[in-house]
């Protein structure tokens, strides 16, 4: 109770400034005022709020995505409002019409939505058009008339997308690369400070996904060099990797750690030029490292790291802007959706929504859609958001209902102060979107009210009834989410044991590329590294949503599954360690040994994975034991330090397992659930 107290808290008082988008905000807020100043100057000022509905909405649509998946996902928002507005105000004739319309869209929204962050944003933008244009029943000529102004001006907010293109200057990808290294530095420091887990993954898929989706306008050479520090930045990761897998009890630990600190002086000044906060980055040699360490590829860095050096000092555009129309670049999460047709998920929001449009239209037909659009912005797929944020929703919704009642009481019958009123409530809800979601809602409702006011619909309905049906549809969603929960509990064992298959297979093709190296084996290992990174990315987020979550038998616990977690952390900087011999090194000549322990842990990992499905204890095997054993007799008083190197990178597979082994066949405690 008290960690949901704080983050409403949190999300009521809490104003994030590195979210202040002040660009975005005027670029968007330009997007609905034009439409109403030039119907306003028509003397036809109804005319312009179908096309400024339109635009406000998808304003919003324009914060997915980075260039052209930006572009793509505001004219996809464009279409889907003027289909959806054209079906709302047809179907609004008939309470029976409008509710089945209602669980189809709603049943449009929740599945087309799985697919990604942005496919959620234009269907839930969809939706909540149909829904607005619900308020009022039209013939077919004028809801046709309507949804053609959405369309405009869902395209007005595209033209002025593309106009704001050039502004950016390269900005979105060097301030993704320079995230990139920022992360580096701090992680290089960890390693210096020997307190490292694994080198970050995040910051480098949102990196590749920017450069993936490049400025049009951009000049070839920089895209080329932005290309080029990333390759970088992979590399110096993987190094990293390996410079933290040397062991504690090593001689060169402390030679580690020296070179990790200067490393991270270098990258953080690398970040400082992509940003602009420094003119130039002077990447100066590293100490040559002791004989052992050298096998953790510090040569193969530094040339790295001056590669990088050269790449950002050549970067044309010096310090970047500091007033740009853009948003921060927001790419898709780096892993694979698919939809649930039939899920809670699928059929929840559909459902919910239904009800809510039947009890709106039972109270009054043209208020009816307060109640659904409230449940539906409430209603979200987990249970954090769905409680904490949408209490602050049905709070600033009603505060906002009573600020726009107060303003109309002003304004009404006076065109130019409506049209100041409406264009002031966008700039504000645009402004304060990702800062504070208490802040914007009231902003979305003042220009809810105001612009349906524009249209014509009385007062009593745009004022007074706000607070009782906000209060209906934010309790309906809860209720509607507590009665067909999805909980994010019950997948994570499964997560988990997806993210340790990817680990074995990773291993495994770093162990057999190592004994036999060949094209083959290389693209093998770079398709199991990947699926390890999205793999990570997907169980990591499901451990901290139910956190959330009360506390349930016959699952694993978020505890014990963050332990699961971090051991294998030692598992995988074994793998990079070994990777970078790999890469730096020639074969070290143990190839047999390396193709019959890979075969071992192969099947010790496998056994691992289905055990933690199966929630049962791992059986004890000694064949990965007695195999190191096996290379420790045969290497003792081994001159050649790379087959030192690689035996002690060994000895952390079968310490990382072991240690695994134990966690999974645990029994439950009250730990498990921290």
């Known amino acids: 109770m008290l960690t949901w107290l704080r983050e409403l808290a949190q999300t009521v008082g809490t104003f994030d400034r590195s979210a202040f988008e002040p660009g975005y905000a005027l670029r968007c807020t330009a997007g609905v005022a034009i439409p109403l100043a030039a119907a306003m100057l028509l003397r036809e000022p109804a ?39 054209f079906v709302g105000a047809l179907a609004a004739h008939s309470t029976a019409a409008i509710v089945v319309a209602t669980a189809l869209a709603g049943y449009a929204c929740s599945t087309i939505g799985q697919l990604s962050p942005a496919a959620s944003t234009v269907t839930l933008n969809s939706f909540v058009a149909f829904v607005l244009f619900s308020s009022q029943a039209l013939a077919p000529a004028a809801a046709a008339q309507d949804s053609a102004l959405v369309l405009a001006g869902g395209i007005l907010q595209a033209a002025l997308l593309l106009l704001a293109w050039p502004s950016a200057r390269g900005r979105v990808e060097r301030m993704a690369l320079a995230d990139v290294y920022r992360n580096l530095s701090v992680y290089a420091s960890a390693v210096a400070d020997g307190s490292a887990g694994l080198p970050p993954i995040t910051p480098l898929a949102t990196a590749r996904q920017v450069l993936a989706d490049p400025q049009p306008f951009a000049r070839a050479s920089d895209v080329a060099r932005f290309t080029r520090l990333l390759e970088d930045a992979e590399v110096i990761r993987r190094r990293l990797g390996a410079l933290a897998a040397t062991p504690h009890r090593s001689g060169d630990a402390t030679a580690a750690r020296a070179v990790a600190k200067s490393v991270a002086d270098r990258l953080s000044a690398i970040a400082d030029v992509l940003t602009g906060d420094k003119s130039e980055s002077q990447i100066p040699e590293i100490s040559p490292p002791a004989d052992r360490l050298r096998f953790a590829g510090v040569e193969d860095m530094a040339a790295h790291l001056r590669d990088a050096a050269e790449a950002t000092a050549m970067l044309t555009g010096g310090r970047l802007p500091r007033f740009y129309l853009l948003s921060q670049a927001r790419p898709a999460p780096y892993t694979r959706s698919h939809i649930d047709w039939l899920g809670r998920d699928a059929l929840r ?55 726009a009642g107060a303003v109309m009481t002003l304004v009404r019958g006076r065109t130019g102060l409506e049209v100041a009123g409406i264009t002031l409530a966008s700039f504000v809800a645009y402004l304060t979107f990702n800062p504070n979601y208490a802040l914007f809602t009231i902003a979305i409702t003042s220009f809810v009210v105001m ?52 680990q074995r297979r990773v291993a495994e093709a770093i162990l057999r590329a190592s004994a036999k190296p060949a094209g083959d084996a290389r693209r093998a290992l770079a398709e199991a590294r990947e699926d390890a990174w999205k793999a990570r990315t997907v169980v990591e987020a499901s451990i901290d949503r139910s956190r959330q979550e009360p506390r349930a038998r016959h699952t694993i616990g978020p505890g014990r599954a963050l332990r699961v977690l971090s051991a294998t952390q030692r598992f995988a900087l074994a793998t990079l360690a070994l990777e970078t011999v790999l890469e730096t090194q020639p074969s070290p000549r143990i190839e047999g040994d390396l193709e019959a322990f890979a075969g071992i842990l192969d099947d010790e990992m496998s056994e691992l994975v289905r055990a933690l499905r199966e929630s049962r204890p791992v059986p004890p095997n000694a064949a990965m034991t007695a195999k190191l054993a096996q290379l420790d007799t045969e290497l003792a008083g081994e001159p050649d330090p790379a087959r030192r190197f690689i035996l002690e990178r060994l000895r952390a597979y079968v310490e990382a397992t072991i240690r695994i082994a134990r966690l999974v066949g645990q029994k439950r405690t009250r730990g498990d659930y921290a």
């Open 349 to 403: 929001f559909p459902l919910v929504l239904a009800i809510a449009m039947a009890l709106g239209r039972h109270f009054a037909a043209d208020r009816g859609y307060w109640i659904p659009m409230t449940a539906a912005i409430v209603l979200k797929p987990d249970l954090r958001t769905t409680f904490v944020r949408g209490v602050a929703r049905i709070g600033g919704t009603m505060v906002g209902a009573l600020v």
């Open 47 to 85: 005319l312009g709020v179908p096309a400024a509905i339109g635009a406000f909405i998808t304003g919003f649509t324009s914060l997915q995505g980075i260039y052209r998946t930006r572009l793509a996902a505001v004219l996809a928002a464009a279409l889907g409002m003027a289909l959806a507005s």
């Open 451 to 502: 612009v349906l006011g524009m249209r014509g619909l009385p007062g009593t309905t745009t004022i007074e009834a706000r607070l009782l049906d906000t209060l209906a549809g934010g309790a309906l969603a809860m209720i509607g989410y507590i009665a067909l929960p999805s909980w994010e509990h019950k997948r994570t064992r499964a997560l988990l044991a997806d993210y340790l298959d990817t």
